[in-house]
C-alpha cells in the first residue's frame, strides 16, 4: 500500500493496481485532472451529486468537500475497488458520502451483471463477448432510470469505461444542471457520442465549454438570462 497526497487528498493506493501509468499521473499530479477542474467549477455547497465509477475516489472526495459529503452518492462496479474507495474517503473526513458496489445500466436495472474486473481497475468493465468465463463476476445491477429517481441528482460525474453508451436512450431528470462525461470513442462509433449530445438536448442541456476538455465532455442546462455561468 503506496500513500499519496493529490491537491490536499490523501490516498491509499495498494499494491494490485500500482501500474507505471497511474503512479506516474499521481506523481505529476495530473492523475483525473480534468474531471477535478470540472467537479470544482460546477459543483456547489448542497448540490446532490451522483458520481458513476469512483476510480481511487480522489474525485468523489473533490466532491463531498464541493457539495457536502451527505450530498453525494458514488457507485463503483469493481468489487475490489469498493473498500479502496470507502477508505480513501473516510481518511479525508467524507464518512457521510453514500458509496455502492453496483454496475449501472439503461433501464431500471436488477438482478446482477458479468464484470471484468482486471488487475489493474482503470480497465474494468462491462463484459464483452469475447472475455473468458474466468475473468468475470457478478456485480449488482442497477439502472440509470432508478438512481436518477432515488437520489436526483443536479450534477452527475460519469466515467464507466464505455458502459455510458448505453445510458442515454431517453432524456434524464428535469433538475440536472450538469452532467460531466469521460467519452472512450474507441469503444463505440460517433453515432454515440451524437446520442449522448441528443439526449442531453432533450433534458435541457447544451455544451458546456468551462468543464469540456479532451475526452471530458461537459453539459450545462439552458437557463433564461444570466444563472448558472
Not at 459543483?43 to 469512483?54: M, N, S, T
Not at 477508505?87 to 436495472?109: F, I, P
Not at 474486473?117 to 440509470?144: H, K, W, Y
Request: aromatic share 6%.
Amino acid at each position: 500500500m503506496t500513500t499519496v497526497t493529490l491537491h490536499g487528498i490523501t490516498l491509499k493506493i495498494p499494491k494490485a493496481v500500482q501500474t507505471p501509468g497511474l503512479m506516474r499521473r499521481l506523481e505529476t499530479g495530473i492523475y483525473e485532472e480534468d474531471e477535478a477542474h470540472a467537479a470544482r467549477k460546477r459543483i456547489k455547497p448542497g448540490f446532490r451529486v451522483l458520481e458513476l465509477g469512483a476510480g481511487l475516489g480522489f474525485v468523489s472526495n473533490i466532491c463531498a468537500a464541493q457539495a457536502g459529503a451527505e450530498n453525494v452518492l458514488s457507485v463503483e462496479a469493481n468489487p475490489a475497488m469498493v473498500p479502496v474507495i470507502r477508505a480513501n474517503l473516510d481518511r479525508n473526513g467524507h464518512e457521510k458520502t453514500q458509496l455502492v458496489h453496483a454496475a449501472v445500466t439503461a433501464g431500471d436495472g436488477g438482478g446482477d451483471i458479468a464484470f471484468q474486473a482486471n488487475a489493474a481497475f482503470l480497465g474494468g468493465s462491462l463484459a464483452r463477448q469475447d472475455v473468458a468465463a474466468d475473468e468475470l463476476v457478478d456485480v449488482p445491477r442497477i439502472g440509470i432510470r432508478t438512481l436518477i429517481a432515488r437520489h436526483g441528482p443536479q450534477v452527475v460525474l460519469m466515467d464507466v469505461e464505455g458502459a455510458e453508451a448505453e445510458l442515454f436512450d431517453e432524456p434524464w431528470n428535469p433538475q440536472l444542471r450538469f452532467l460531466i462525461v469521460e467519452l472512450h470513442p474507441p469503444r463505440y462509433p460517433a453515432a454515440v457520442i451524437k446520442r449522448i449530445v441528443d439526449c442531453m438536448s432533450e433534458t435541457g442541456l447544451t455544451y458546456d465549454p468551462l468543464t469540456s476538455r479532451g475526452r471530458i465532455l461537459g453539459f450545462r442546462r439552458v437557463w433564461a438570462g444570466k444563472q448558472g455561468r
